[in-house]
């Protein structure tokens, strides 16, 4: 199996405050994953907001499912 290295293209103009992480993850003697993230400020909220309103609906839903089951 052949590893691929993948560097930035110059050509792409990086955001002024982005946020890398680079990480290398091995499972035993022959398995290695590597990945890679890039993100903003403005990114890390929309996270924030998606995961609060998807956590608000889940809870509602919980709630109304032992309502209905009274």
Not at 11 to 20: F, R, Y
């Amino acid at each position: 199996m052949s590893v691929v290295q993948e560097e930035a293209s110059p050509a792409v103009p990086s955001h002024p405050e982005e946020i890398k992480s680079v990480f290398d993850l091995r499972l035993g003697k022959h398995v290695t994953l590597q990945g890679s993230a890039r993100i903003t400020p403005a990114g890390v909220i929309s996270a924030g907001i998606a995961v609060a309103v998807m956590t608000l609906a889940m809870g509602h839903l919980a709630s109304s499912t032992r309502r209905r089951g009274r």
